[in-house]
């Protein structure tokens, strides 16, 4: 996460409209926990959800370098850690406040 990278997303308009419909779906029907860190947010899913969640990762890894996104499987449940540093942290709360749920 370097420093000086500007809190932005990269992505398109449209392809964030596409993008966060995805994260809308995943989370509708996957997401079991929602917890705030002190450097961002831990979410946990189904293990079914796990492709599908690396797939919006890896999207978010590019649109979003500012943020460390880190997808962990266990047995049970599929743990995203999503860090950031200072602005950053409340622009990930947002990006995924249980009244909006999505991300870019």
């Given at each position: 996460?370097?420093?000086?990278?500007?809190?932005?997303?990269?992505?398109?308009?449209?392809?964030?409209?596409?993008?966060?419909?995805?994260?809308?779906?995943?989370?509708?029907?996957?997401?079991?926990?929602?917890?705030?860190?002190?450097?961002?947010?831990?979410?946990?899913?189904?293990?079914?959800?796990?492709?599908?969640?690396?797939?919006?990762?890896?999207?978010?890894?590019?649109?979003?370098?500012?943020?460390?996104?880190?997808?962990?499987?266990?047995?049970?449940?599929?743990?995203?850690?999503?860090?950031?540093?200072?602005?950053?942290?409340?622009?990930?709360?947002?990006?995924f406040a249980p009244?909006?749920?999505?991300?870019?």
């Amino acid at each position: 996460m370097p420093k000086s990278t500007p809190i932005a997303c990269a992505l398109t308009t449209a392809d964030l409209a596409a993008h966060n419909e995805r994260w809308q779906r995943l989370i509708a029907r996957a997401m079991t926990e929602r917890a705030e860190t002190a450097d961002g947010l831990r979410m946990a899913f189904r293990p079914g959800a796990e492709d599908e969640l690396r797939a919006l990762v890896a999207v978010e890894a590019e649109c979003c370098p500012w943020a460390a996104w880190t997808v962990e499987p266990s047995a049970e449940t599929i743990v995203l850690d999503v860090r950031a540093t200072a602005e950053g942290v409340a622009a990930l709360r947002t990006m995924f406040a249980p009244d909006r749920r999505t991300g870019g």
